[in-house]
């Protein structure tokens, strides 16, 4: 039985609004990791994909939802992302870091099968889905994880308000996926805290070889959405990796530029993460890197609609 009204907004008001009580957060201290780890479960959002009641699409917003480039690359990255920090949960000493990243890959399960609900619902086909293999270095896989949702997440926030606002697809089906991009919020949130929490408490000696690491993701993650580690078409199906940042022309039917899209991104990753308690670090990476090439960019300039004589 599907909830009611109330109870879904109530849900979805406690997932996306929470400040701790503890008058001090220092990084790294105990306080900070248990402040994360009480954010993470009392945000917790627990819709069902089970009861998610997909509208019905005309054939043309069907079509415009098939032909996404983004299907098998979608479902297969929620179930690597599941396995990866299900992995690192385990491999955690800590026993709340532990409990907190475990349910993190739990929801990204949930997503997968939100995802895997969709494309069954609108006959979406995809390719085979590969084994998912547990990783044999769970940090750095969980380090991958964590710094690609940063990327993608910045820019799916930007292009899901531009969905919604250009009325491209039907309101329904953006308010069912509400709940998952806010979802993705919350993950990045936790991402960013741990990854605080994870220096100050290391031993010393082994800070720079975990910075050295980090540097190694940033690069690995670079090259694989310049395409220069993709290999070449296989004849399969093809898939975008680099959708969230150039899907712009896909979620609506006006032109939008690239700085107009990029404030548009700005905007909704500050609109996002404004609930939650202003201690915990936010990513910052991606959204000074566009604020930096923003300040170089200008809005183009419209021609003005015209309109032709009447005698």
Known sequence: MAPDAATIEAADRAARIWVAK?????????????????????????YKPSV??????DDVTRNRIITLPIWD?????????????????????DPDMNKT????????????????????????????????????????????TGYSECIDSFFAFGLFE?????????PELVDTFEPVIQEEARHILLFQNWAAWHRRTMPWYRRPWFELRVLAVWAFLGWERIGLARG???????????????GSAAVSDVEVSVPELMDICLSENDRRFAGYDTR????????????????????????????????
């Not at 690359?73 to 000493?93: D, F, N, P, W």
């Not at 609900?117 to 990783?135: M, R």
């Not at 070449?232 to 150039?246: A, I, R, S």
């Open 22 to 46: 503890d008058a001090s957060l220092p990084l790294g201290s105990e306080a900070h990791k248990a402040a994360v780890c009480r954010m993470f479960q009392e945000t917790f959002n627990p």
């Open 232 to 246: 070449m078409d296989d004849g399969k199906k093809k898939q975008d990796n680099n959708f969230t940042v150039t």
């Open 280 to 311: 915990l670090l936010r990513p910052t990476t991606m959204p000074n890197m566009v604020r930096f090439a923003r300040r170089f960019m200008r809005v183009p300039k419209r021609a003005p609609a015209t309109t032709s004589a009447t005698a």
């Open 162 to 170: 531009l969905a919604k606002r250009s009325g491209f697809f039907p």
């Open 101 to 144: 990243i475990a349910l993190n890959g739990w929801e990204e399960g949930r997503h997968k099968e939100v995802l895997s609900n969709l494309v069954e619902a609108y006959g979406i086909p995809l390719e085979p889905e590969p084994e998912y293999i547990e990783p044999k270095d769970p940090e750095w896989a969980y380090l991958v």
């Open 52 to 57: 998610i009641d997909w509208p019905k699409l």
């Open 73 to 93: 690359i979608a479902v297969q990255t929620e179930g690597k992302a599941r396995l990866r920090m299900l992995s690192y949960a385990r491999s955690c000493m």
